[in-house]
């Protein structure tokens, strides 16, 4: 009985403590239900450095994986889920390639797009049953490609957006292009087609237009947008540009719509470097430590909001999926654990919605790494996130096993602290041993401490239970 009174006081002292915080957002700590790792990994390969997830389906990239009986450098493996299980189902290489495949990889369905940071090729290859096979290579004249993204339009069409950060544009080396490809899926025969290349108009030397792409499509067209981290304009030095570019409901007739440009009076704001996710007429933008998203009115884009990230992570590879954005990140000087923060607007709130923290992703990683390199996905409610360690302050040369993990976020309530779908003792355990380690996930009230008053918010909220 006094056991049940203390509970019931803890309780009603939490609910108390937690009705005077209005509008904190919480954000529970999930971890991994799966790990997926190569057949063949090896401990340099960079097996995580590019991840992509639809459906039950993920695809990651190891572009500095060496196999000397194919004379090939770079591979991205394909896995699969049953059930609950995922398993490997296909190792995609393509021999004599030396262009590190695997460094950007794309998914859409039964369609998989890779390219790597050296090469002049962009590579799509499509599944049948269980098996997959090369259905065609895009070329580049111009340079290497650096960045790969897929997406639909119409009824009937794929698109393929592909940066080259290092091409030539207006007269100008280095300054960046994309080109875009499209598939009539309905016409057997049908070929990849490349339809447009885009570049700057006010495009300079060295503003790596290309470094990473997105693209949304729906049936009455495309919106593609590419990123230039280096332009010089208005907000500063090397604050950086984010080009939109749309086209008609066959992916044809691309034309520039909008220049975002990060936040004025800063210098190095290199808008872009870290990812770029568009959705309808939702865009986010990495821009130096905080995620930034624009909405789009008619043909008016604006900046609507700017999220911080308080992980001690650069954000990075930037997923939006309906309501849900996922955010990766490079961490620097840390050690045990890797994660992507998960953040949510109110369903059906649109593009006026308020972007809030749900969910930390947290990974195990090597005990001492001085960097980590995460990129994610997200799909539905399952994400995936790689983990590249590295040491000697970003040396490339990585000394440990790389690997991805899955997570089901079921888009939980706050008390469900371990994304189970369930509130239960076994929350408290995983808060609690979240709070101990001063874990940024045991931050519940959102104040950017991890203290005793986390505990009471956390409480009073479990004692409520889900909606």
Known sequence: MTTSMSLIRLALAATIFLSAIPNRPAAAQCMPTAELVAGDRAANDHFGEAVAISGDTAVVGAPQHADPSTSSYGAAYVFVRNGSSWTQQAKLFIPGEQGAFGASVAILGNTIAVCGYTSHNAYVFTRSGTTWSLQTTLPNT???????????VGVSRLVAVVGARYAPANGLNFAGAARIYTLDTLHVGSVWTQVARL?????AAGDGFGISVAVSGGISGATAIIAAPYKNNASGVEAGAAYV?????????????????AMPGFTQQHLGLGGVSINGDTAVIVELNMNTFFTRTGTTWTRHQFLWDRSGSVPAFVRLFGDVLIAGGDI????????????????????GGTWVPRLQL?????????????PADYSGTTAVLGVVAQVGNGNPGTQFP??????????PCPPDFDCNGTVSVNDIFAFLSAWFA?????DFTGDSIVAVNDIFAFLGAWFAGCP
Request: hydrophobic residues 40%; negative net charge; without cysteine.
């Open 142 to 152: 111009d340079d290497q490609f650096t960045s790969v993204a897929l997406g639909s």
């Open 199 to 203: 570049t700057a108009p006010d495009a």
């Open 245 to 261: 570019y749309t086209s008609n409901n066959v992916g044809s007739g691309w034309a520039q719509q909008a220049e975002l440009i």
């Open 332 to 351: 620097y000087f840390q050690s045990g654990s890797a994660w992507a923060n998960v953040y949510t607007r109110p369903t059906g709130s649109g593009i």
């Open 362 to 374: 947290v990974a195990p990683a090597p005990l001492a790494e001085d960097f980590l390199h995460s």
């Open 402 to 411: 790389s690997a991805a993990y899955i997570f089901n976020t079921y888009n």
């Open 438 to 442: 001063a874990s940024t996930g045991a």
